[in-house]
């Protein structure tokens, strides 16, 4: 029996970079039935939802979702559509791989940096809770459960477990948080002690994010509030080359959403030229997800031949080639 898998092309550079990502999929062999859900800014502004019930239906069909960049209108007082798939479907948990690409020039092409991120994605100061006191001064609520907590620790530590790293970090500012930050570090602990084969550790935030820049090899496994969690992992992929070549998950207990992480750019829709490395790797990630390792190694493996061959790369990561010539490229990689 074919999976079935919901396809959210998006708008800007995402229906290209969808259908190249869907193309290396099919091309791994493995059984999908996908079933395509449009949404883009004429969408949401036509049906006034950031997330209209056709996705929501499609959603609760498949329970996986491979997306593409989706464009929120501006000043229309919609929230993203990435907040609002995390909220209606609980998809606690971020997860960011991190990994240098081969041949790939960065100004850390020295250093192999290979790390996931794991971010809590529903609370924390993204919980929206906002109050002006009185005029000009507002407040922003923070908030932290032990529910939440506990289970990105858990996600964390698990897939440390289970993929065989060796130390994960917890990133905080307790020292002044100490609370909200407490809570969490608490709850970290908790879950440590449970893993007892695992290095655990704890990092302020913004020493992390200075160790990040000066030594960024040194991390394994980084476990994050959201807030912080956000701003690190985009800082993370500016490591390695950008959001252009960083795929995301966001996982929750029974929906799953594989998202490339980058903006829709609107210059560059039409022209052949985006870059579907993001995609490509989080359909990889989505295929871990289904079970189907033999498949998603393949396809990650096929992506990094075409940046070592580097004969047929986008303009972005140095190259001269198109989004056809690309997808074409990783094709021939799986068939090899």
Request: charged share 25%; aromatic share 6%; glycine share 8%.
């Amino acid at each position: 029996m074919p999976y079935k898998i919901t396809l959210i092309p998006g708008d800007g550079i995402g229906p290209e970079v969808s259908a190249a990502a869907r193309e290396a999929v099919d091309a791994t062999g493995v059984p999908i039935q996908w079933e395509t859900a449009e949404l883009n800014a004429d969408i949401i502004a036509s049906t006034g939802q950031s997330l209209p019930q056709h996705v929501l239906d499609s959603l609760e069909r498949t329970h996986v979702g491979l997306k593409g960049p989706v464009t929120t209108p501006i000043a229309g007082g919609y929230t993203s559509v990435n907040v609002a798939l995390r909220k209606r479907l609980d998809l606690y948990a971020n997860v960011r791989p991190v990994r240098s690409l081969p041949r790939l020039v960065t100004r850390f092409s020295d250093v192999k940096i290979d790390m996931v991120i794991f971010r809590e994605n529903t609370e924390d100061l993204y919980s929206g809770l906002e109050h002006e006191v009185v005029r000009d001064v507002v407040t922003s609520l923070k908030v932290i459960t032990r529910t939440a907590s506990i289970r990105i620790a858990e996600a964390a530590f698990g897939f440390a477990r289970q993929t065989g790293r060796r130390k994960v970090a917890a990133i905080h500012k307790a020292n002044i948080m100490k609370l909200a930050d407490g809570l969490f570090l608490r709850c970290c602990r908790e879950v440590a002690a449970r893993f007892p084969e695992i290095e655990y550790r704890e990092v302020i935030v913004d020493n992390a994010a200075m160790q990040l820049v000066i030594r960024p090899e040194q991390f394994d496994v980084l476990l994050l509030p959201n807030l912080y969690g956000d701003i690190v992992s985009d800082l993370a992929a500016g490591l390695v080359g950008g959001l252009g070549v960083v795929p995301g998950a966001n996982l929750g207990e029974r929906d799953a959403v594989f998202e490339a992480v980058h903006g829709s750019a609107p210059d560059i829709a039409g022209r052949g030229i985006a870059n579907p490395t993001a995609m490509m790797l989080s359909a990889a990630l989505m295929l871990d997800h289904l079970h189907e390792q033999e498949a998603a190694t393949r396809l990650r493996s096929a992506v990094e031949t075409v940046y070592s061959d580097r004969k047929h790369l986008t303009p972005d990561v140095g190259g001269h080639g198109g989004t056809r010539e690309f997808t074409d490229a990783v094709i021939a990689a799986l068939k090899t």
